[in-house]
Every structure is written in structure tokens, then in C-alpha cells.
């Protein structure tokens, strides 16, 4: 079954660190450009970070800049995202998104669903003293 799976969420204190990982079952990820999205509950699905199929291009949206940053590594399985200086507002369920393109080498962080072919099934973060 080709899926993606989301771990290490959890509850941590405002300026604490997670490290989210997305690994990839039954599939490769190497024409996958892969977008971190989240949604806290009462508002909108939004693209946090993501890095294209090359490792060599990523793109954050504005609000974690500097504190987040994304890799992922050299067999093309997971992909990780580096949370650093944690913020109440970046409580949410984080999810992990697939988005096959051999063409391009240019991710993206659009929160529509039909943008991407795979889907995690989410990881909680919870920011709070």
C-alpha cells in the first residue's frame, strides 16, 4: 500500500523543538516534491514549508521563516521538518503531502488537496506551558 506516515509530534513549551519526520511506504520519493501543511481547529489548511524533489530548493510562508527549516534524506524515504522557537500559534496538525513532478525542481505550498498525490494522516503539535 503506497502511503506516507507522520511521526513525532507531541506537547512542547513555547521556544522548544520538534523534529517531524515523513517517510514514505511502498513508494520512493525521488519525482516527489513534498509539502509540510497544517490546520489548527477553526481555521484554514496552510502550506508551512516544503522541498522539492532535488533536496535543493525549499520555501518556507513567512510566519515561520528562520525557525523552521526542511530536509530530507539521501534515500528518498522521509523528509523531515525542523521546528525550532515553537509558538502557541503553531499548534496544529501537521501533515505531510507528495506531489509527483519530474519536470520541475520547484515545490510549493498550496493547500488545495487535489495539488498532491499523497497524503499523511496528520501528527498533532501542541505549543503550551
Known amino acids: 500500500q503506497l502511503q506516507l506516515v507522520e511521526s513525532g509530534g507531541g506537547l512542547v513549551q513555547p521556544g522548544g523543538s520538534l523534529t517531524l519526520s515523513c517517510a514514505a511506504s511502498?513508494?520512493?520519493?525521488?519525482?516527489?516534491?513534498i509539502s509540510w501543511l497544517r490546520q489548527a481547529p477553526g481555521k484554514e489548511r496552510e502550506g508551512v514549508s516544503c522541498?522539492?524533489?532535488?533536496?535543493?530548493?525549499?520555501n518556507s510562508t513567512d510566519s515561520v521563516k528562520g525557525r523552521f527549516t526542511v530536509s530530507r534524506d539521501t534515500e528518498k524515504t522521509t523528509v523531515f521538518l525542523h521546528m525550532n522557537d515553537l509558538k502557541p500559534e503553531d499548534t496544529a496538525r501537521y501533515y505531510c503531502?507528495?506531489?509527483?513532478?519530474?519536470?520541475?525542481?520547484?515545490?510549493?505550498?498550496?493547500?488545495?488537496?487535489?495539488?498532491?498525490?499523497?497524503w499523511g494522516q496528520g501528527t498533532q503539535v501542541t505549543v503550551s506551558s
Open positions: 503531502a507528495a506531489d509527483w513532478d519530474p519536470w520541475s525542481d520547484i515545490c510549493t505550498l498550496v493547500p488545495d488537496e487535489g495539488q498532491y498525490d499523497y
Open positions: 511502498g513508494f520512493t520519493l525521488e519525482y516527489y516534491h
Open positions: 522541498i522539492s524533489r532535488s533536496g535543493t530548493s525549499t
